[in-house]
């Protein structure tokens, strides 16, 4: 199904029937709805899974005009009190995760749960926002240019080194996924949600109160850093470090993904 919004339409897939609280999954930059296929057939719990704008049949309305988090989040909020969804489990994987994280801190009475794989609460240091704006916009540039090339190389960064051999069918499936993009849309997807864009979000963290499921891979230790970060940050919230998985857990090592998170969806969660 589609939400029209001011600024963008925003694709939604979803099980036939939800519950009261069904799990919204958020992809990453250059995945898509179809990238959580294997894991919400495998969950057996109602869900939805969301087309970013920019990435699949998400779109941006007008790709000369502004866009922010902040728009995301007021859509997607839309978009799900269009379904008649008055609270979620929220689940996003990197961008996915930045993203998830911003729509909890506008609506956290709409969130029961929230997992974030491989998120971040993003960059404090002026310097440091303008440095990966900057390095996302040449992206951007070059998707624009050759979306082919530029997934090649985005395939060769040491995030996704092992995921060829972890699960190639899985692999297999996201390039395809990455290789059907608009490349316009896409590149302003990039632009409007640079890590360089989002906004530092360590004060909405330490705020929430609800449970808050970090996931990291084993591998991946840039990010096994910023979620001891959150950890430290917010009594709510339970680290869990995946084995034989880099930043991609999900795809990398879907069967224990699958039982680190199932158990979240069957009762309410407190931490002591």
Known sequence: MYYKGNKSTIFITKDRELNNTPIVFLHGFLGSSKSW???????????????????????????????????????????????????????????????????SSIYPKMVSTLLLESGTVGLNDKEEKEERLSKDLNKSTRIKENLNEFVKDWEKLDFFSKQKVRNNDDFLSQREIRLTHDKFQLSKSLEVFSLG????????????????????????????????????????????????????????????????????????????
């Open 37 to 103: 296929k294997n894991i919400r057939n495998k969950i057996n719990y109602p869900s939805l899974a969301i087309d970013i704008p920019g990435h699949g049949k998400s779109s941006f309305n007008n790709l000369s005009s502004t866009y922010y988090f902040k728009d995301f989040s007021n859509e997607l909020y839309l978009a799900l009190s269009d379904l008649d969804i008055k609270k979620i489990h929220l689940c996003g994987y990197s961008l996915g995760a930045r993203l998830a994280l911003a729509f």
């Open 197 to 272: 864009n989002m906004p530092y979000m360590m004060n909405n963290y330490t705020k929430l109160s609800f449970p808050v499921i970090i996931i990291n891979g084993k591998d991946d230790i840039k990010f096994i850093k910023e979620g001891r970060v959150m950890l430290n940050a917010n009594k709510n919230s339970n680290q869990y470090i995946i084995n034989n998985a880099g930043h991609n857990v999900h795809l990398e090592n879907p069967e224990l993904y699958i039982d680190t998170i199932s158990p979240f969806f069957k009762e309410d969660i407190t931490f002591t």
